[in-house]
């Protein structure tokens, strides 16, 4: 049995999980945004290393996002909040 006494989570603090296309959509613009803006000031543009990044993991987390739904979509990040809420059961 399993007894932890600290449990760590990572979590993106973004509202991927709603049910209505235009605010996963609108989410997603602002949250990859920033991504992309860090990318910028950190890589540039023409690195395979960044186009990589970009495509194989950042893409894949998009199309899962706005694309998807039921059980297609794995991606779905959530708010502290709810998991304040969910982890305070």
């Known amino acids: 049995r399993a007894c932890p006494t600290i449990m760590t989570l990572v979590e993106q603090d973004v509202n991927h999980n709603g049910p209505f296309f235009f605010t996963r959509f609108m989410e997603s613009l602002h949250y990859y945004s920033t991504i992309f803006d860090s990318l910028d ?49």
Do not use: Y
């Open 41 to 89: 000031a950190t890589m540039p543009r023409s690195s395979t290393k960044r186009v990589k990044i970009e495509q194989f993991h950042f893409g894949q987390e998009i199309r899962n996002i706005l694309s998807c739904e039921g059980q297609a979509r794995v991606e779905r990040h959530e708010r502290i909040d709810q998991w304040r809420r969910r982890m305070g059961r």
